[in-house]
């Protein structure tokens, strides 16, 4: 491989799903977006084998003007060992995964350069590049789904931190006296402001025989009850609704403001599932913000939904792997 490669593959590894981009290092493009299934339950070295063979096809694609590639970049939804090319923690895939040679094994598969990179990372520089954080110097990106994770990008590159560790929002202290969390700790912000936490909160209202229209919509099935039904119960000018979402957009501001205060940047991006709430999130979030952000220039910086959808991470491994090799 020279210095003068032009396309990288990025790999986006989820419990279901598997995607896979181009990207043009010269020209900053997306040349192709592919999703494929896991197969998570096939084991760990099938789901490898699959991801070589997918990183075969997006390489030999008739669509491509040459084929000159330089590497790959692969996205883990999980904390990593850099130094083996390994993950440590995969939580929603099996335990077989844990201190698996990835790097190693696929570039043996693949013969060529393998980099690995979180998932939350890999969104965050895909955002802040080619995103609605392109062109800020400074961005930091909240991804909340199931977790809450998140980055920090300088200059169109993300802020790793010792062991590549930095960005993971989803588990500061929004409340010291709040829930216990899955980390350990207590009032994280995951606790209180991830997709479950505001379920969870939906939960009790109807268990608790409250006036919500949320009973109606899932026919007193609390096992249906999702964020989007809530957010469907609000608008319908449902009031246990609007209180649920206003709290947690409440929870999630807090965690903003903080980054905002510490870090002063141009752009705060909010993406994964919960960003799809829309303005029942964003407006308390920005309440909160200027409730809170007494020292920071709040009147420069921007709050706003990510902009490229679910295929940010397999975009964002491709161009760590751009910037990497």
Not at 2 to 14: A, E, V
Not at 141 to 159: L, P, S
Not at 235 to 263: C, P
């Amino acid at each position: 491989m020279t210095n003068m490669s032009r396309f990288f593959i990025g790999i986006d590894l989820g419990g279901t799903k598997i995607g896979g981009a181009v990207y043009d290092a010269i020209t900053s493009d997306v040349l192709i977006e592919r999703v494929i299934p896991t197969e998570a339950h096939q084991g760990c070295d099938e789901v490898l084998n699959r991801i070589s063979r997918f990183i075969d096809e997006l390489s030999h694609n008739d669509s491509l003007p040459s084929d000159d590639f330089g590497g790959i970049g692969l996205g883990l939804p999980g904390t990593i060992d850099f130094d083996r090319g390994a993950p440590e923690l995969i939580p929603n895939l099996h335990s077989q995964w844990s201190g698996k040679p990835v790097v190693s094994i696929l570039q043996e598969m693949t013969r060529r350069p393998v980099v690995l990179i979180n998932d939350a990372h890999a969104f965050t520089l895909a955002e802040a590049t080619l995103g609605a954080g392109a062109g800020k110097q400074t961005v930091v990106c909240f991804t909340i789904g199931t977790g809450i994770g998140g980055g920090i990008a300088i200059d169109g590159r993300v802020h790793q931190g010792l062991d590549g560790r930095s960005g993971i929002f989803g588990h500061h202290t929004i409340d010291p006296h709040g829930p216990p969390c899955g980390c350990g700790n207590n009032g994280c912000m995951e606790a209180l402001a991830s997709g479950p936490a505001i379920t969870a909160r939906a939960v009790k209202a109807v268990l608790q025989g409250l006036n919500t229209r949320i009973t109606s919509l899932v026919d007193s099935d609390i096992s249906q009850i999702t964020p989007q039904i809530i957010l469907q119960a609000a608008q319908e000018d449902d009031q246990i609704a609007k209180d649920i979402l206003q709290r947690s957009g409440t929870y999630i501001g807090i965690g903003v403001a903080n980054a905002i205060t510490i870090l002063s940047p141009e752009c705060v991006i909010i993406g994964g599932g919960i960003a799809h709430l829309g303005e029942w999130i964003l407006n308390p979030i920005w309440d909160e913000v200027r409730r809170r952000c007494f020292t920071a220039p709040i009147d420069k910086i921007e709050i706003q939904q990510a902009k490229l959808g679910p295929n940010a991470g397999m975009i964002g491994a491709a161009i760590w792997a751009s910037q990497k090799l």
